[in-house]
DNA sequence: CTGAAAGCGCTTACAG
DNA sequence: CTGAAAGCGCTTACAG
C-alpha cells in the first residue's frame, strides 16, 4: 500500500542500495545522488516500513511494560515516566497489565508474546525469584520492585526496609507510641509486604517499643477499600492505634477516608503515613505524609539497563537502589489553613 | 536467534508450506502430518516471528492510543479499559503521550509513527476538525472526546452539553443560585470546555438565573492545581459562589483542597461537582459527586469502530455517543458519617 | 493433501 | 561511490 524504497529508488534513477544509503544517512554518497534521493523521498512522501527493518535486524524495536493495573496511580505516574524516556531513546512501549495474576506474568516473560518484544520491564507481584532464576536468558528483562531476588536478573527498586523505617520512626518522633501497620499480606511470598514490614518492626524496636500483632492488619490487595477496611478494623479494637503506617498511598487515602468518615480527627487522634507520594495525596485534606520513591531515576534506571542488555550486555544480574525520601504533610503535621 | 519454521519442517520432514498450514490451523493437512508437525514444534519450542508475519500480511498488529497524559486518572482508566479489550480481540496497544501538544498530536496521526500503526485512537487537544478532515485517509482513526466535529472520523463521546446540564441542574435543585464553574479555557477552540459551558449556561437559563460571567473562572488545564487556584480566585470575590460545577475531577478535587483549606464547609456553604468519576472522587472527603461517563462503553465502541476500519470498512465516518450519569455523593448532599 | 517459489520492504556483505 | 543479489521469517497463489 505505501510508497516503498524501490519507488524511491526508480524516481531518483538509483539502485536501492543507495536510496537504503541515504535514508540511513551513510557516509560515502555523493552530493548530487543525495539530493536526487532526498527530493525524491519528499515528492513521494516515503516513510520507511519499520516492521521490514526490524525483521531485517532480528529486532522489534518494542520493550515491553509489564504492570498490574495500570489505573494504579503509582503504576501509571511510573508508566508515564518510563515511556517518555524510551521514546527519547526512539523505543516504543508496548504496555501489559497483569493483575498480578502468576499465569499472566509467565505468559509475558517466557509466552508467545516475549518474541514480539526486544526486552520486558516488569514490576512482578506473583512471579517469584525462582522462576526468573530459571528462566533462559531469551529476552533481557528488569524487574521492577520488590519482588525480585539478587543474582536473578537486573533489578530496580527503592530500599524499601529503610523506606518503612523511616515512615514508622517520623511517627514514633511524633510521641505516638500505638503504631499500626496496614499492608501485610497472609501469601508468604508477597515481597513489598515483607520488607515494608520489616522496616516497621526495626523502627519500633530502635524507639524500644514492643511490636502489637494486633495492630499489623493483613490485607488483600494495596487499593483504597482495603485500606478503609483495614483502618475500619482498627478503630474496632479495644485498644486502637495512634498513628498508622500503610505500606502505600491508596491504603493510606482508604483508611483516611474511614478517619473522617468516623469523625476521628487527623493527625490529632491518628496520624498516618504513606509510601508512594501519588498526586491524590497531595490534595487530599490533611494532605498525606508520604515516602517518595524517586520515580524518575527508576524509570531512567530501568530503561537504561535493558537497552544495555538489549544491545548485547552480559555482566552479572546487577541492582539499582533508587532514592527515596520522607516528605511531612498535614496527616502527621497538623493542618496548615491558608 | 529463534527458531524459525524451517526448522520445524526439516525436523517433521515436511515442507515449511505445510508446516505454515498447521501452525494456522489450515483444514487439509492428514492428521498423521499434523502431529508430526505438532511434535516438532513442542520438540523445538517453535513460536511464530509475528514481526515476519505482519510483514507479510502489510500490517503491524498494533493499534496505537495517542493519549495526553497517562498519569491523569481519567485517561489511566481510559487505557486500562482499551488495552483490556484490545488485547481480547489479539491486537496490542502503543500509548503515546501527546502533551496535549499540536505538534505531537500530528505526529501520531501523520507522520512516520502512523507507518508503524495499523490505526489509532487518538483523545486530540490540539487538532481541530478541520485538521483530521484535511487528512487523507491513510491510516484508521477513532476520535475520543469533543475536539471532533461531525463528519470528519469516527467519533466517540459522551453528551456533553447534556451532562454538564446535569451537573448544574443539580446544584440548582439543591436551591443554590450562585453556581460557579470551573474549567473554560481561552482558546477558543477548546471543545470541552466549550459544549460543557454550554450545559452549564443552559440548566441555569432553563430555571431562570441569570449567568454570572464573574463566575466562569478559565483554567490552564484540567489538573488539580489549576482547580485549587481557580477556587481561591472565586472565594476571593466580593460576592462568591455558593456551588461550583467543576468541567472535570481533578479540577473538582483541587477546588474541594482549597475550600477544606480555607474552612468552608462542604457542602452545606459550597457543593461542587465534577465530571469523570475517577476513583480519587469516592475515597475523598466529603466523596464527590460526578458525571460518571460510560468508560468501558468508550473503549469498546472506540476499539470496535477502529477495527472494522482496519478491516476494511468504507462507510461515513459515524458518531457513537455513549451513556453518562449523575453520581450523587456527599459533596452535594451532604456527610454521611459511617 | 503437499511442495517449490515468489515476495512483503528492508539492509548488508560482496563486487565492481 | 554505486549496483545486483541474498536473506530476515512468514504466507499465498500456483502446481502437482
Known sequence: MGVSLKDVAKLAGVSVKTASNVVNDYRHVSEATRTRVRSAIDELGYQPNLT???LRYGRSGLLGLALPELDVPYFAELAKEVIAVA?????SVLIDQTDGRGDRERLLVSGSRARTLDGLIISPLALGADYFA???ADMPVVLLGEKAAPGTADHVAIDN???????TAHLIGLGRRR???IGHQRE????????????????????????????????DSYHRP???EAMRHLLALPNPPDAVFCFNDLLALGALRTLLASGVRVPEEVAIVGVDDVEDGRFSTPTLTTVAPDKAQIAQAAVSMLLERIGGSRCRPRELIAGHRLIVREST????LE
Chains 1, 2 share one sequence.
Do not use: C, K, M
Not at 521514546?87 to 523505543?91: G, L
Open 333 to 336: 503535621a497538623g493542618r496548615t
Open 226 to 228: 482495603d485500606g478503609a
Open 161 to 167: 526496609v529503610a523506606a518503612a523505617e523511616d515512615a
Open 52 to 54: 521490514a527493518r526490524h
Open 188 to 219: 508468604p511470598s508477597a515481597g513489598t509486604a515483607e520488607v515494608r514490614l520489616r522496616g516497621y518492626r526495626r523502627a519500633l524496636l530502635a524507639a524500644g517499643i514492643r511490636p502489637d500483632p494486633a495492630l499489623v492488619v493483613p490485607v
Open 87 to 91: 521514546e527519547q531513546r526512539s523505543w
Open 179 to 181: 503504631v499500626a501497620a
Open 134 to 136: 530459571a528462566l533462559r
